[in-house]
């Protein structure tokens, strides 16, 4: 089968996005490297990239499953929350 | 304010609240189910398969009418390298050949909303699409809810918001996850069609096959790789235990690449077309993980309290969510008759839960998260196992020693004698 890029594998879902408002607040100036590839790694998103030493991170894609909040709590991830009502990934298969 | 008084309110319209909101609703009670999805399911993912056993104490026959996806009567377990794979499978008519002793595959998605439906039928009220942002609190005991903005009282809040009970964690109840109590799942439902679903997997009607693998998929990492199949779907993803994130350079979504391209599975899911994409955590610890279930006017149930059990070739979660969930509104039931809601009248729950399977089942498990976390069972033994299977089976015309001492060294060349007699004694304990 042919290998999907992650935006293809996304595009599959439901979302409501709201653009405006991230549910997880993140430190986009953390600075260790070995603290960011386990998100890079973790993440089934891909919501974290790490492009020319520059964390970058994006909510929009978000499954809302809470893996980064328990590798980085207090570290990277400085407040998670679940997105409002209605926001967010919708499972029609789950 | 009274007249607007829930009996009780219930955070999480998944298999636990439901199962509460269902009973209490049963027995004339208020209920109110605060769901944060489009609908019930909209936020849940399972592998997945529901053990039936509980479920069917609350509604009988259930699978009659449910959107089950098939039922589970072929089991497959891999030990994967990285192009082979030593399969262990079973099929019989024993296997779900009850409503008591029968599996089913499910996707979420679809059988929470007709949960859902169950519960209002039986009258409670289920409001999807709202979040609970925190608990009402008067003198220190939980007394409503704050959802969007809006106040909701009621006698009694069950929380069943799922591994992520930041309502948990709010409360003091729950301490914030850690690394190795949790696995991230990555998942992808991919349509095949029922008669081809029926012909590559060996199936008939409406059976079904679960298949659970270790070793390759993962790469060595503490997870594995799952497969089931639904009516026309199959589901076929990977679970990745936190605190061994970074032991591959694998990401978890090119673990679930890799799962879909092995030999093994590849031929299986050719030509699937995918239809969903899901990531959820899975409560992973066991026993170890419990938090503390009942405070003041308020019980935590179902993956909230980490009632999960994974032994690599069973893995439960939603039997548990639906038992808790009833044996919740049995207490609350009680606390109703004696028209108190403290802590100490709604720890009759816990009591409900000790003598069920729920803590029976966990406590009887509580050594397998350790064994899970022996690298051997995801590097050595599937190697090992490739290995002599490939001696076994293999006939080139050449000598050969015989298999049983080539099994031998293989597994000296890899560990000791003292740690394999270590190894096999902690998992024999571990039963």
């Known amino acids: 089968?042919?290998?999907?890029?992650?935006?293809?594998?996304?595009?599959?879902n439901a979302f409501h996005t709201d653009e405006e408002n991230s549910h997880i607040d993140v430190d986009l100036e953390f600075k260790d490297e070995a603290e960011i590839k386990k998100l890079l790694l973790a993440c089934p998103a891909e919501c974290y990239k790490y492009i020319d030493g520059k964390l970058?991170?994006?909510?929009?894609?978000?499954?809302?499953?809470?893996?980064?909040?328990?590798?980085?709590?207090?570290?990277?991830?400085?407040?998670?929350?679940?997105?409002?009502?209605?926001?967010?990934?919708?499972?029609?298969?789950? | 304010m009274n007249e607007d008084k829930f009996d009780a309110i219930i955070v999480g319209g998944g298999l636990a609240g439901l199962s509460a909101a269902i009973v209490l609703a049963r027995a004339e009670k208020s209920v109110l189910v605060i769901e944060r999805g489009d609908y019930c399911g909209a936020k849940n993912m399972t592998g997945g398969r529901l053990y039936g056993h509980s479920l069917e104490k609350i509604i009988p026959n259930f699978a009659e009418s449910a959107p089950i996806e098939r039922v589970v009567k072929k089991e497959?377990?891999?030990?994967?390298?990285?192009?082979?794979?030593?399969?262990?499978?079973?099929?019989?008519?024993?296997?779900?050949?009850?409503?008591?002793?029968?599996?089913?595959?499910?996707?979420?998605?679809?059988?929470?909303?007709?949960?859902?439906?169950?519960?209002?039928?039986?009258?409670?009220?289920?409001?999807?699409?709202?979040?609970?942002?925190?608990?009402?609190?008067?003198?220190?005991?939980?007394?409503?809810?704050?959802?969007?903005?809006?106040?909701?009282?009621?006698?009694?809040?069950?929380l069943a918001d799922g591994v992520n009970s930041l309502l948990a964690q709010q409360l003091g109840l729950k301490k914030e996850l850690e690394p190795h109590q949790v696995a991230v799942?990555?998942?992808?439902?991919?349509?095949?069609?029922?008669?081809?679903?029926?012909?590559?997997?060996?199936?008939?009607?409406n059976e079904g096959l679960a298949w659970l693998s270790a070793g390759d998929p993962s790469d060595g990492s503490f997870g594995g790789g799952l497969l089931y199949t639904n009516k026309d779907t199959v589901s076929i993803g990977v679970v990745a235990t936190l605190s061994d994130i970074g032991h591959s350079e694998l990401s978890v979504p090119q673990m679930l690449d890799r799962f879909k391209e092995h030999p093994a599975i590849a031929p299986y899911i050719e030509g699937g077309v995918p239809i969903e994409y899901s990531g959820h955590l899975v409560p992973e610890e066991g026993y170890g993980m419990i938090p503390e279930l009942v405070g003041d006017g308020v019980l935590v149930t179902g993956d909230a309290a980490g009632f999960c059990i994974n032994l690599g070739y069973t893995v439960r979660g939603m039997d548990f969510a639906i038992e808790s969930g009833r044996l919740?509104?049995?207490?609350?039931?009680?606390?109703?008759?004696?028209?108190?809601?403290?802590a100490q009248t709604l720890s009759v729950y816990k009591t409900l839960l000790d003598g069920s399977f729920v803590m029976r089942d966990m406590k009887q498990f509580k050594g397998f998260p350790a064994i899970l976390t022996e690298r051997a069972v995801f590097e050595d033994i599937p190697e090992i196992a490739d290995n002599v299977c490939a001696k076994l089976f293999s006939v080139d015309g050449e000598p050969s020693d015989g298999v049983i001492m080539y099994a031998v060294n293989a597994i000296a060349q890899k560990t000791s004698a003292r740690q394999l007699v270590d190894m096999i004694t902690r998992i024999l304990e571990a039963f």
């Open chain 1, 1 to 12: 089968m042919r290998k999907m890029s992650m935006d293809d594998r996304l595009a599959l």
């Open chain 1, 56 to 94: 970058q991170f994006s909510w929009l894609g978000c499954l809302e499953c809470g893996t980064c909040r328990v590798l980085s709590h207090g570290k990277i991830v400085k407040d998670w929350r679940h997105p409002q009502g209605e926001v967010g990934v919708q499972y029609r298969q789950g």
């Open chain 2, 76 to 158: 497959k377990i891999s030990l994967m390298t990285a192009d082979g794979a030593l399969d262990i499978g079973y099929s019989s008519s024993k296997l779900s050949s009850r409503p008591e002793n029968a599996s089913y595959t499910v996707l979420r998605g679809k059988f929470d909303q007709w949960l859902a439906d169950q519960a209002m039928e039986a009258g409670a009220d289920v409001i999807p699409g709202i979040i609970v942002e925190k608990l009402l609190m008067e003198d220190g005991r939980v007394v409503g809810v704050e959802a969007t903005g809006e106040e909701m009282y009621a006698d009694v809040v069950i």
């Open chain 2, 185 to 205: 799942g990555a998942k992808e439902v991919l349509r095949l069609g029922e008669d081809v679903i029926n012909q590559r997997f060996g199936l008939r009607g």
């Open chain 2, 328 to 342: 919740a509104a049995e207490a609350v039931l009680r606390a109703h008759e004696a028209g108190d809601f403290s």
